[in-house]
């Protein structure tokens, strides 16, 4: 398939789970990625993953929880017509249990770093009249559990923001969009899968953990023209997601 074809996207925490994902199913369909991560071994082992099935696709690193950073992503990448903010760190520990530091590093990564991007990326997107963003979210955004705070509101916080940014650049032909997803399979979430197997698959009414694959399908809609009246929306994308809390 060729209808993302003569468009670049970049996909931030490419390199493993979800944002990996996300980036095949775009190459797929013709865009030029631009993969985002820290590893360089892992990001060449997609890179050449993507080409291997006729794709196109290059690695920038960086490291997101750096404001400096960040802003160099942005230059590096250079013109985007698809902005993927997936990456994102997670630490579920109690509220006395977090630390400055941790509070700030979760804020930093899963809030600021899209705003910087969205901030430096999007007048190129409105400039040519055409664009698209998606923010992966998270459930634990919207339903609350007795661990995960910072991440919580630091997810929360992207909701906000994408509902705002649909309305700043919406006018313009940029959509913003998001997505809200449930427990996935993915090397971050294996500890906690295995440590609480049953009660992970039982927080859904489908019975079951979700794969990355199901989320990039989502954002591959989300960016594509079958979306195009799709803007400012979060998609719940979790299996029928249950409360968390005790009863």
């Known amino acids: 398939m060729s209808d993302l074809a003569g468009k670049t996207a970049l996909v931030t925490g490419a390199t493993a789970g979800i944002g990996r994902a996300v980036a095949m199913r775009l190459a797929e369909h013709g865009a030029e990625v631009v993969v985002h991560g820290r590893?360089?071994?892992?990001?060449?082992?997609?890179?050449?993953?993507?080409?291997?099935?006729?794709?196109?696709?290059?690695?920038?690193?960086?490291?997101?929880?750096?404001?400096?950073?960040?802003?160099?992503?942005?230059?590096?990448?250079?013109?985007?017509?698809?902005?993927?903010?997936?990456?994102?760190?997670?630490?579920?520990?109690?509220?006395?249990?977090?630390?400055?530091?941790?509070?700030?590093?979760?804020?930093?990564?899963?809030?600021?770093?899209?705003?910087?991007?969205?901030?430096?990326?999007?007048?190129?997107?409105?400039a040519r009249g055409r664009g698209a963003v998606v923010?992966?979210?998270?459930?634990?955004?919207?339903?609350?559990?007795?661990?995960?705070?910072?991440?919580?509101?630091?997810?929360?916080?992207?909701?906000?923001?994408?509902?705002?940014?649909?309305?700043?650049?919406?006018?313009?032909?940029?959509?913003?969009?998001?997505?809200?997803?449930?427990?996935?399979?993915?090397?971050?979430?294996?500890?906690m899968l295995e440590a609480f197997p049953d009660a992970m698959d039982q927080t859904n009414a489908r019975g079951r953990i979700g794969d990355p694959e199901e989320i990039a399908d989502v954002v591959l809609f989300l960016v594509g023209e079958s979306s195009s009246y799709v803007n400012g929306a979060v998609v719940s994308v979790h299996g029928g997601e249950r409360s968390l809390l005790p009863g």
Not at 42 to 50: F, H, N, T, Y
Not at 147 to 160: I, N, R
Not at 183 to 190: F, I, L, S
């Open 39 to 126: 590893d360089a071994v892992r990001g060449a082992e997609l890179v050449s993953a993507i080409a291997d099935k006729g794709g196109r696709a290059r690695f920038v690193a960086a490291d997101l929880s750096a404001a400096e950073d960040v802003e160099r992503l942005a230059r590096d990448a250079g013109p985007v017509d698809i902005l993927v903010n997936n990456a994102g760190i997670y630490e579920f520990a109690t509220t006395p249990g977090t630390s400055a530091e941790s509070f700030d590093r979760h804020l930093a990564i899963n809030t600021r770093a899209p705003f910087q991007l969205v901030a430096a990326l999007a007048p190129g997107m409105v």
């Open 135 to 191: 923010n992966v979210s998270s459930t634990a955004a919207t339903i609350v559990a007795p661990v995960g705070a910072a991440y919580g509101a630091s997810k929360a916080a992207l909701e906000t923001l994408t509902r705002y940014w649909a309305t700043e650049f919406g006018g313009a032909g940029l959509r913003v969009n998001g997505v809200s997803s449930g427990p996935v399979r993915t090397p971050g979430t294996e500890p």
